[in-house]
Nanobody
């Protein structure tokens, strides 16, 4: 199982970024996928999750309405569109996968993790 996150960078507050996570080595369409983030000195926290087909999504309160998770099972890729970015969104963002059927916000339910991509939002 391999997850490769990309798309991070430096952006001004109010700007947008789109993260991608390319998956390989497993049946992507049978995995729920999630995004988590970790800011310096803080624990890794849940951002968003998406079901096998993409029909069900769930977001942390802090990003709901600004971030959108989506997936393309033909490309084995999950995305995180981040709009209206705030300085408090600054963190390393990780994609994660789980063979569970139902979506989950709990870090321990995910057994595969990408390497992370840095997102920095300047004020």
């Amino acid at each position: 199982v391999q997850l490769q996150a990309s798309g991070g960078g430096l952006v001004q507050a109010g700007g947008s970024l789109r993260l991608s996570c390319a998956a390989s080595g497993f049946t992507f369409s049978r995995y729920i996928m999630g995004w988590f983030r970790q800011a310096p000195g803080k624990e890794r926290e849940f951002v968003a999750t998406i079901s096998w087909t993409g029909g069900i999504t769930y977001y942390a309160d802090s990003v709901r309405g600004r971030f959108t998770i989506s997936r393309d099972n033909a490309k084995n890729t999950v995305y995180l569109q981040m709009n209206s970015l705030k300085p408090e969104d600054t963190a390393v963002y990780y994609c994660a996968g789980s063979p569970r059927y139902s979506t989950t916000r709990y870090r321990t339910d995910y057994d595969s993790w990408g390497q992370g991509t840095q997102v920095t939002v300047s004020s």
